[in-house]
């Protein structure tokens, strides 16, 4: 479907604009001293893990990511046809609230089960995120079964759960996605599952690491993932929004 820009579409795509670009000045700014201790922090915790715990957790999310996304391949939604962005946003903007109530829900439930239950946790909520940014992705007319838009999804992911340094070298990436994705693997045994997999842990263990406490453990959970989830949906949506007007005439 296609049609002429009304006035309400050319001052959403203004307002947008401008949001997109304190929102790129946010996402680059350099790390701060916090974060350079905590990663810092971090990296030497991982230092005294031994190597084949490492490489179990690697490929314990590679698995689970992996199946995730090869799974839904096959039942992703459509590729929604309308080319407005405002429409576009709204159909976005609905599948992130349905999700991150349904987050929410699984979070309390695993919460309130204390240790165990909370180890059911990460692929429970791994699913529930990877098939929100499915739905958004379809909402802004891109097919999922295509591979490179795959690797969009996990590229959003990382962007979102990582370090600010991390950041800064991720958002380049979406920056210039069309450049960039002809150098991209083409499939998903040359990720670097890794680097991917200590920014995730290292990032949620904080946000999650309450859960497993027995009584608050269901609060924390609900919480904690509400957020989280609404923390990737606004990612993606801002990662979305680079990509459409990249498509159509640059940033201004």
């Not at 957790?57 to 046809?81: Q, R, S, W």
């Not at 590229?155 to 920056?175: D, G, P």
């Not at 946000?207 to 269901?218: E, N």
């Not at 919480?223 to 159509?248: C, H, K, P, W």
């Amino acid at each position: 479907m296609s049609g002429s820009k009304s006035e309400a579409d050319k001052l959403y795509e203004k307002l947008v604009r401008e949001e997109l670009g304190r929102w790129l000045y946010q996402t680059k700014k350099k790390p701060s001293l916090l974060n350079r201790l905590t990663k810092g922090t971090q990296r030497s915790l991982n230092n005294l893990i031994p190597e084949k715990i490492h490489q179990a957790i690697t490929f314990a999310i590679e698995k689970m990511v992996k199946g995730v996304l090869v799974g839904n391949e096959y039942i992703g939604p459509k590729p929604y046809p309308m080319e407005h962005l405002r429409l576009k946003e709204f159909k976005a903007r609905k599948a992130i609230r349905f999700y991150k109530r349904t987050a929410s829900v699984e979070g309390a439930v695993t919460g309130a089960g204390g240790i165990l239950m909370g180890f059911a946790d990460l692929p429970a909520f791994l699913a529930i995120k990877m098939k929100m940014l499915f739905e958004i992705a379809a909402a802004y007319g891109h097919d999922v079964r295509n591979f490179k838009e795959r690797v969009f999804i996990l590229t959003i992911f990382k962007l979102t759960f990582s370090s600010q340094k991390t950041r800064n070298e991720t958002v380049s990436l979406v920056e210039n996605w069309n450049e960039k994705a002809m150098e991209l693997p083409d499939n998903f045994d040359r990720y670097d599952w890794r680097t991917f997999q200590l920014e995730y842990r290292d990032y949620m263990d904080l946000a999650k690491l309450a859960q497993l406490i027995p009584v608050i453990g269901a609060g924390v959970g609900a919480v904690a993932n509400y957020q989280l989830s609404q923390q990737l949906g606004d990612t993606a949506i801002q990662a979305y929004r680079l990509r459409f007007f990249a498509e159509r005439s640059p940033i201004e």
